[in-house]
């Protein structure tokens, strides 16, 4: 959301990342900036261009849980507090995510979806329409 604080691990399609913050995404646009909080890089302001983006994972921490086991498949937590249509992710680099969207449109730059673990370190994921080989939705989105 523009204005507000949002912490950040941006994922690039060559299979880099940082974390920081931004005041500026918006879906759509095609560049927000990042002031970097980890790493060599710590205390610049990057502008990032989303077409270089595999996906942006807003989080609630940079370091997250490192003994938790997040659930990654639908059958591995409580169906009816999900709200949403069920999304299955694969990403080009073979990475695999399952979640909920209210807004997907297979043809927008992009779309966020919502992990189903709650718990999860993930508040939302703004994946990148072109870094994905595959999205499934519905049912066949379980498999």
Same mark, same amino acid.
């Given at each position: 959301?523009?204005?507000?604080? +949002?912490?950040?691990?941006?994922? /690039?399609?060559?299979?880099?990342?940082?974390? @920081?913050?931004?005041?500026? /995404?918006?879906?759509?646009? $095609?560049?927000f900036?990042?002031?970097?909080?980890?790493?060599?890089?710590? @205390?610049?302001?990057k502008?990032? *261009?989303?077409? +270089?983006?595999?996906a942006?994972?807003?989080?609630?921490?940079?370091?997250?849980?490192?003994?938790?086991?997040? *659930?990654r498949?639908f059958?591995?937590v409580?169906a009816? #507090?999900?709200h @949403?249509?069920?999304?299955?992710?694969?990403?080009?680099?073979?990475? %695999?995510i399952?979640?909920?969207?209210l807004g997907? #449109?297979k043809?927008?730059?992009?779309f966020f979806?919502?992990?189903?673990? $709650?718990?999860? +370190? #993930? %508040?939302? %994921?703004?994946?990148?329409?072109?870094?994905?080989?595959?999205?499934?939705? @519905?049912?066949?989105?379980?498999?």
């Amino acid at each position: 959301m523009i204005g507000e604080r +949002n912490s950040v691990v941006v994922h /690039f399609k060559d299979g880099s990342l940082l974390k @920081g913050f931004t005041h500026d /995404f918006v879906a759509e646009r $095609p560049l927000f900036h990042l002031h970097v909080e980890h790493g060599a890089e710590t @205390g610049t302001i990057k502008e990032v *261009k989303v077409a +270089n983006l595999k996906a942006v994972f807003f989080v609630k921490s940079y370091e997250g849980d490192k003994d938790y086991k997040e *659930k990654r498949t639908f059958e591995e937590v409580d169906a009816k #507090n999900l709200h @949403g249509i069920k999304i299955r992710v694969d990403f080009k680099d073979g990475e %695999i995510i399952r979640g909920l969207s209210l807004g997907y #449109n297979k043809s927008k730059k992009g779309f966020f979806i919502v992990p189903i673990d $709650p718990f999860s +370190n #993930n %508040i939302r %994921i703004y994946v990148v329409s072109d870094a994905a080989a595959r999205v499934v939705v @519905g049912p066949a989105s379980e498999q």
